[in-house]
């Protein structure tokens, strides 16, 4: 075979070196679905089931999952098997699930109204099959994507409305503010839950995101995601049913004194949130063991005395710098890690994309 028609052996054993990971890569789904055992999380034989998932966001603007102008479906959920990960926290905006225009509308008009025609040319290149569906499917294509690599799937409420989470002032941030309609919220739940209600690998809904703001308060907080809980639980009573607490899910201290208050059990489990920016642990300049004792500490107060208690608590939110050349992120993420190991805990690292179409109106960023 002349040398300009065959590829080389060493491209060859190149490519394959590049696709083995890809082709090797797939978990197994747990034996579903999945309750709780005092603070475990267990499969339907009651083997404890560890989650360890990456977030995928897709619920910015786009109301699509992130990098799939970079990527195709299928690929970037091997990706995911091969990394380890045995579920993704896949969040979405409530009305993808309730407003029948932007669940209709073309992945591909999605991205033009945001004039974000570089990512429909690496959509068309990278998932051609996924760029004239209507949002609502992409979603579920997403979804069962990982279903063939194995993953399991919590669905996250992040927003009501597409865009980037979270501030204290983005009217967005707790029941009754501005942009956050409790009944929108629960007819949402309400769909999703019934969608996916035949969807194996769709284990859990993290029923808000990052509680917060002016208006927080932990009487309508025990109200509310009761009536939350509820709503999953009578559409989808496979779904574990997660949790968030207040101050940006820093904090469920509250629940010290009284739990929340369901119908059901074996399927409540909490979440909360750790980063480094907002632990206080000044990380850069202290100690790093003090530090990690003052930060542990406090974490345990505000949350990690749950699992002390029996019940299962889901580290749903952690994230650093992966380049190493931050201190501060790599003293708080050994902290982390050592609490992670020490208290055998479920959690998902933010996050899996690399990038982003677009958030807070710049590009790619
Ligand atoms: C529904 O979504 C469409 C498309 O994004 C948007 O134009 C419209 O304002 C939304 N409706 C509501 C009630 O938010
Ligand atoms: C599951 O959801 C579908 C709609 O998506 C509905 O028709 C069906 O009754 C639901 N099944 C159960 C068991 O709730
Ligand atoms: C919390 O909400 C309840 C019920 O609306 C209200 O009675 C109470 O005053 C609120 N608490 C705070 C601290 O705002
Ligand atoms: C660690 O702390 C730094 C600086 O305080 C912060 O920027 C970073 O996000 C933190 N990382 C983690 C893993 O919490």
């Known amino acids: 075979m002349a040398a300009s028609t065959s590829p080389s052996p060493l491209l060859l054993a190149v490519l394959f070196l590049h696709l083995l990971p890809t082709l090797l890569a797939a978990a197994s789904l747990p034996e579903l679905p999945l309750s709780t055992a005092s603070r475990w999380v267990v499969g339907a034989d009651g083997r404890r089931v560890k989650l360890a998932c990456a977030n995928w966001a897709s ?142 690998n769709v284990v859990g809904m993290s029923l808000r995101n990052e509680l917060r703001g002016p208006n927080q308060n932990v009487s309508l907080w025990y109200r509310y995601m009761a009536l939350g809980a509820e709503a ?46 907002s632990d206080g642990g000044n990380w850069e300049i202290r100690n790093q063991n003090d530090a990690c004792r003052m930060v542990v500490d406090s974490i345990w107060a505000k949350g990690l005395f749950l699992l002390q208690q029996g019940w299962p608590l889901f580290f749903s939110e952690f994230g650093f710098d992966m380049s190493g050349t931050h201190i501060g992120d790599n003293r708080n993420l050994t902290c982390f890690l050592s609490v992670a190991a020490e208290m055998d805990l479920d959690w998902a690292i933010w996050a899996l994309q690399g990038s982003c179409y677009i958030r807070e109106a710049i590009f790619g960023l």
């Open 59 to 200: 619920h910015l603007e786009p109301a699509a999952a992130e990098g799939l102008a970079r990527r195709g479906v299928g690929d970037i959920a091997a990706r995911v098997a091969g990394m380890g990960f045995n579920c993704v926290r896949l969040t979405w905006p409530t009305y993808l699930a309730t407003n029948g225009t932007l669940a209709s509308l073309p992945f591909r008009w999605s991205l033009e109204r945001l004039g974000l025609r570089e990512s429909v040319a690496g959509v068309r290149v990278n998932n051609p099959a996924l760029l004239d569906l209507p949002l609502i499917d992409v979603f579920r294509e997403v979804i069962s994507a990982l279903a063939g690599k194995g993953i399991m799937v919590i669905l996250d409420n992040q927003m009501t409305t597409p865009g980037w989470c979270c501030s204290r002032t983005d009217g967005d941030g707790f029941f009754g503010d501005k942009y956050f309609d409790p009944n929108e919220w629960l007819k949402g739940l309400r769909a999703m839950a019934t969608m996916f209600n035949d969807t194996k």
């Open 232 to 277: 999953v639980h009578a559409a989808n009573p496979n779904l574990l049913v997660i949790l968030s607490g207040l101050d940006f899910d820093n904090t469920l201290s509250f629940l010290h004194s009284k739990k929340a208050e369901l119908q059901f059990t074996g399927k409540l489990v909490y979440e909360q949130h750790w980063y480094g920016f």
